[in-house]
């Protein structure tokens, strides 16, 4: 078992096997090419680009990435974070470095776009974060959030069952979009675009079981134009101003 001194680390969790079955299933690979689908929309503006993946150990969208051209560094906390992704290291598609999220080992702007998913809403020093993931970023900077303005207004009800069903699960910060953009507009960033991927939490969809259900309902608040309003977790992505 691999020990750290950083003290936000919570991408050791998001890293590994048992997080990952939460993902499992017809459900859970319709939550993840959703997630990989909105992301690479986001990316198409910079083909080629290079990404660093902030607390992507939970590999979610190596493959998508090293699919579509994308020079991809992985930093996580740990050694220990790197095993779900270590064949992509192995034949070397991909890096990865372990280092500090508050502190991350990189000059300003050493990578096109930075993206870090499954973390901000576990970072209890979130401002320095943000401002990190801005500092190494030349172009753009992508990231998921639980935001408040949705129907995680009732995520405290369905804690206890969340609990229930994942066994380990953490409780979550939930944010508004301006209170992300105030920081990166200050940090020289202007708000780029984002998609709210679903209208139901997510919780309620693995309670079902049945993704071909959930798909035709969440299509329904998709096309009645909810999920634009009350989505959640939002995919954000923010530009470099010139």
């Not at 320095?128 to 405290?156: H, M, Q, T, W």
């Not at 989505?231 to 010139?242: A, D, H, M, T, W």
Request: glycine letters at 8%; a positive charge.
């Amino acid at each position: 078992m691999y020990s750290t001194a950083f003290t936000e680390t919570a991408d050791i969790v998001t890293s590994s096997d048992e997080y990952a079955n939460r993902f499992a299933g017809k459900v859970g690979e319709w939550f993840l090419k959703t997630q990989e689908e909105a992301t690479l929309k986001m990316l198409a503006p910079y083909p080629g680009a290079s990404v660093l993946d902030v607390g992507g150990g939970h590999g979610q969208l190596t493959d998508g990435l090293v699919r579509n051209g994308y020079k991809v560094t992985v930093l996580g906390s740990s050694e220990e974070c790197k095993s779900r992704i270590q064949p992509y290291i192995d034949n070397g598609k991909i890096h990865f470095t372990a280092g500090n999220i508050l502190s991350l080992p990189f000059p300003d702007r050493s990578f096109d776009v930075v993206i870090s998913y499954r973390l901000l809403a576990h970072v209890n020093k979130w401002q320095a974060f943000l401002g990190e993931l801005s500092r190494v970023a030349s172009k753009a900077v992508v990231l998921d959030y639980p935001e408040v303005c949705s129907l995680n207004y009732i995520a405290p009800l369905l804690f206890p069952v969340k609990k229930w069903l994942e066994g380990n699960t953490r409780e979550f910060t939930c944010f508004r979009k301006r209170q992300l953009l105030r920081l990166f507009n200050a940090a020289g960033f202007g708000e780029a675009a984002s998609i709210r991927q679903f209208f139901l939490p997510m919780v309620l969809h693995r309670i079902f079981g049945l993704a071909e259900i959930s798909m035709a309902i969440e299509g329904i608040f998709r096309l009645t134009g909810l999920t634009g309003i009350l989505g959640s977790p939002v995919i954000l992505s923010v530009q470099r101003k010139l």
